[in-house]
């Protein structure tokens, strides 16, 4: 068994956060040059466990460092995809983890000032934040000359107001800035041209979180505890009727069939596994014996025709209506859909109509088709991915238990 | 109804500026702050808003209007939200809302008549490994059951509002 790198019990506190050998590894990078930083990030294959799954070596890297003026590093805690709750539980446990991070990064890219943009609903736990970050600010590890270094770098917390698009990074941006949270045209990337014009690194909480451990002992023992491309270890959120379900960190390539059984005790009695979506709602579903068959992490996912993601892992048991599970996620995206591009906000309420009439009973079977191609036309056609996040859940439910379509479709409705 | 900011207004309001290159960024923390006093964001305190931030009055109007957290009219002293997403669904959410719809005899989006209920819908609230989940105000109550809302309506009417799972 790999030792949790991000969730270690009761290190909430700053004295048990030194006890773990907390704040080392910013002394080591303070001493490192910022491409030294940015290198052994590299090395670990860190990828960006906000969803997407981007190097974050290499994001760091497109900052150009010889760019004049101010850049900022900006952490992404707008936890919103359905079925993700890992970030709330690594900011309650671990919190300096995350600062601790965020000032690595900040050293690495240059920043002198830090925003961590949280979801508005986390009133309690942005408080627990700041008071996080009052406590390392009081040990000199955020503010003026960091630890005698000379190093610069202020931290402040933002929380949202209720927006699932914010969690997008460039409606993140204008949602800091206090504009309507919709989504840039890229490029310009926010790498070059981010937060306040500048350029702007935005990393997810899990990203931040596992730099110290990088920092302290080297981007090659994290790519070791992974697999493959799939450096380090996970965070996997796991909701359903499972026994035990809750937060869990693992490496990357641990079979599902061993977070299912091992770690979440396996189904409820009398619940019997019926689908998976394994990285957060937007991601496509698995049947039961596709996940079965299937490892967490990005490559294996990818070749499985879905995505690792967020890790948000949303257990499906034989008694639910795949129609009906549908319906309430197209209901979601609908009302989430900043409204910018059309094939998004038309597209996701057409998509809701046609479900809430296979779920009322007044479908056809022509429904089912145009539900798959409405979704097709959405793919690929927008500025950001929110489209995709409804059309590719609504193709792989179709494709893959289109048998509970086309009872509907006959009227044969679940009613529930 | 005139609506002037308040001093303790204007002096937090100062030291969230601060945080920002830009006064205007600080446009949706003070809203949240505005809501903090006054329970809701009316019109006349969206109009001082702007002037204050010396901003055109449509652009404050258009970020509040965009964000389901600021209410744009007096909500009950209790705000009673239910998330109803994927895992919260599975775990019996429209029981839940159905059961408050019973109790308090109001639809989501309604407030009872004596102002001390608020019933909403939420979408995903992020705790769906204690799904499901309902906010009151800022707190959160996890692994809800109909035993466990009839516990809380119990203490609301008490007038106690006691912290969730954190």
Excluded at chain 1, 17 to 23: D, L, M, S, T, V
Excluded at chain 1, 32 to 52: C, T, Y
Aim: proline share 5%.
């Amino acid at each position: 068994m790999t030792d949790n790198i991000l969730l270690k019990n009761n290190i909430a506190g700053l004295e048990a956060y030194f006890a773990c050998g907390g704040y080392k590894p910013l002394k080591k990078a303070l001493g490192m040059k910022p491409a030294e930083i940015i290198e052994e990030v590299k090395k670990s294959n860190l990828r960006g466990r906000g969803g997407a799954g981007f190097p974050t070596g290499l994001k760091w890297s497109l900052v150009p460092p010889d760019a004049l003026g101010q850049r900022y590093l900006v952490c992404n805690a707008d936890e919103g995809e359905p079925g993700t709750f890992k970030d709330r539980e690594l900011i309650l446990k671990n919190p300096h983890a995350l600062i601790e991070g965020m000032t690595i990064a900040a050293c690495a890219i240059g920043a002198a000032h830090g925003y961590i943009y949280i979801r508005g609903e986390f009133a309690a736990e942005t408080e627990f934040l700041n008071k996080a970050i009052t406590e390392a600010r009081a040990k000199g590890f955020i503010g003026k000359n960091i630890l005698g270094s000379g190093f610069n770098f202020e931290l402040f917390t933002h929380r949202g107001a209720g927006a699932y698009i914010c969690g997008e990074e460039t409606a993140l941006l204008e949602s800091l800035e206090g504009f309507k949270g919709q989504p840039r045209l890229k490029p310009p990337y926010p790498a070059l041209k981010g937060l306040f014009s500048s350029p702007t690194v935005i990393n997810n909480v899990e990203t931040l979180a596992a730099v110290p451990s990088i920092i302290e002992r080297g981007g090659e023992w994290y790519a070791a505890l992974g697999t493959g491309k799939s450096g380090g270890t996970k965070l996997f959120c796991v909701s359903g009727p499972v026994n035990k379900p809750g937060v869990y960190e693992l490496p990357l390539g641990t079979a599902f069939k061993d977070l299912l059984e091992v770690n979440c005790g396996g189904m409820k009695p009398g619940k019997v596994l019926k689908a998976v979506i394994p990285g957060g709602s937007s991601t496509p579903v698995l049947t039961a014996r596709e996940a079965s068959a299937v490892k967490l992490d990005y490559e294996s996912l990818a070749a499985a025709g879905s995505m690792l993601g967020s890790g948000g892992v949303i257990i499906i048991d034989d008694t639910q209506c795949m129609v009906r599970l549908l319906q309430v996620l197209a209901r979601f995206y609908h009302h989430e859909s900043c409204g910018q591009c059309t094939p998004c906000r038309e597209g996701c309420g057409w998509l809701e109509k046609i479900l809430n009439r296979l779920e009322e009973g007044t479908a056809s079977h022509r429904d089912i088709d145009l539900l798959y191609s409405v979704a097709e036309g959405m793919t690929g056609r927008t500025i950001c991915a929110l489209a995709d996040a409804m059309a590719l859940p609504v193709m792989s439910f179709v494709t893959k238990f289109r048998g509970e379509f086309e009872a509907h479709a006959a009227g044969r409705v679940c009613g529930k | 109804m005139p609506f002037k900011l308040s001093d303790e207004f204007k002096e937090t309001a100062g030291h969230i500026c601060a945080r920002y290159p830009r006064r205007d960024a600080a446009l949706i923390p003070l809203l949240h702050e505005l809501q903090k006093e006054k329970g809701y964001v009316a019109e006349e305190a969206m109009d001082e808003l702007a002037k204050f931030l010396e901003l055109p009055y449509t652009r404050v109007k258009a970020v509040t209007t965009f964000y389901t957290m600021f209410n744009r009219a007096p909500a009950g002293k209790y705000h009673i939200q239910v998330c109803r997403n994927i895992s919260c669904h599975m775990a019996g959410a429209p029981d839940l809302l159905g059961h408050l719809r019973t109790r308090l005899s109001i639809e989501e989006g309604e407030t009872t008549s004596d102002g001390i209920y608020t019933l909403s819908s939420a979408e995903c609230l992020g705790a769906c490994g204690t799904a499901p989940v309902i906010q009151v105000n800022e707190e959160y109550f996890e692994s809800m059951t109909l035993e466990k809302l009839d516990a809380l309506l119990e203490d609301l009417k008490r007038g106690r509002l006691r912290a969730g799972a954190l």
